[in-house]
């Protein structure tokens, strides 16, 4: 019998996924063979080629469905192409490649990329990745695709700066600065709040965004309510009931950083949606309780949980009980474009990590939580 390959595994889940949401499968799949370049016919039984922070167990791939009240379910694909050999700089221009065929292809705009290219741009990257993308799929439509950059590539302490530079080039300064007076703790740039995602739309369009993302170690709930209250839409009970729930009622998140994004358009002088994505991997025994606590959101905000049953039936190879990261996080979208839910699957493709049995201490911190990237988001 031939081996399993981590293409044949990730296309697998992944047209299982694109029917829970009724998508054509065929583009999906060609892009995602392509994404995954010499990865994909790597057999399972080897190691993984690159320790890829896209997931914990390093598959260099991540799905997610988003709900919204707009529109079907649709279907994410976060990921990283390898390079030949993987390290942080080949895979940067590996990435790069692929995502150049996909402009040139799909006629994506690369314009405010270009502009700011030469800022994320060394040979000498620093931190857990240079360059990642998703592409989104809803029914009836072409793929969307996103970039996402690495504010820390050239030093933590270099960020704030980075991505000031960025957004001045971009015409988005003014809000930079808004949502900076707001949703920094005082003294804590650079250290318990980084900058940790910089990402832009491929496209021109009205809806074309810049989104920013903020990981708060050791922070409350209290402290991302007020992080989000830059955002005029933003409803702060719901948001606060939203994190009681995906974090099992505590107040503070000690172990996995909470993470915040801020969507940034043109013309308007502060951010006009938010999203908080809470890692609840980090803060349940089993996939199990991990499952119980997002129905309770979906539920929560109006959405049917039969497509999250369907998805995790596409995705899953064990019960949920015998492992902890298959629902590795969890965001509340509010704001513009498409307020709503997004629930993100790990491919689980190297490795299931074991459940964790009592790990906490006082009011959520974790004693023994898995350990893997500081829980990115991606929509």
Not at 154 to 161: E, F, L, M, S
Not at 311 to 330: M, N, T
Request: charged share 20%; proline share 8%.
């Amino acid at each position: 019998m031939d081996e399993v390959s981590l293409s044949d595994r990730l296309s697998d889940q992944l047209r299982r996924l694109c029917e829970v949401s009724g998508i054509s499968a065929a583009e999906p799949l060609e892009l995602l063979e392509s994404l995954l370049g010499p990865a994909g016919p790597q057999p399972l039984s080897a190691p993984p080629g690159w320790p890829s922070n896209v997931a914990d167990d390093h598959t260099p791939v991540e799905f997610s469905i988003a709900f919204s009240a707009t529109e079907p379910p649709t279907v994410r694909i976060l990921g990283e192409t390898l390079g030949t050999p993987p390290a942080r700089l080949t895979n940067m221009l590996a990435t790069q490649r692929f995502l150049d065929r996909q402009a040139h292809r799909a006629g994506l705009s690369t314009s405010r990329l270009d502009s700011v290219r030469d800022l994320f741009a060394t040979y000498h990257p620093q931190g857990t990745f240079a360059l990642w993308c998703s592409l989104v799929f809803r029914s009836g439509r072409r793929p969307e695709f996103k970039v996402y950059l690495n504010p820390e590539l050239r030093g933590i302490d270099r960020a704030p700066a980075l991505v000031s530079e960025a957004l001045h080039r971009l015409g988005l300064g003014r809000s930079y600065r808004a949502m900076l007076d707001r949703s920094i703790r005082p003294g804590e740039l650079g250290h318990r709040d980084r900058l940790t995602f910089f990402a832009l739309d491929l496209h021109d369009g009205a809806q074309a965004r810049v989104k920013l993302y903020l990981t708060h170690h050791d922070a409350s709930v209290r402290d991302v309510v007020r992080a989000a209250g830059v955002v005029h839409d933003v409803d702060a009970t719901r948001l606060a009931e939203f994190a009681a729930l995906a974090g099992g009622g505590r107040t503070r998140f000690a172990g996995l950083p909470l993470v915040g994004s801020y969507t940034l358009v043109e013309g308007v002088d502060r951010p006009v949606g938010y999203s908080l994505y809470v890692p609840i991997r980090g803060y349940v025994e089993d996939d199990e309780e991990a499952y119980d606590r997002v129905v309770a959101v979906l539920d929560h905000c109006g959405f049917d949980h039969t497509v999250l049953d369907r998805a995790l039936a596409a995705v899953a190879r064990r019960p949920l009980r015998d492992g902890v990261g298959l629902i590795p996080h969890l965001s509340l979208r509010m704001g513009a474009p498409r307020p709503g839910v997004t629930v993100y699957l790990s491919a689980e493709a190297y490795q299931v990590s074991p459940p964790v049995r009592h790990p906490w201490t006082v009011d959520g911190a974790a004693l023994a939580a898995p350990t893997g990237r500081a829980g990115a988001g991606h929509p």
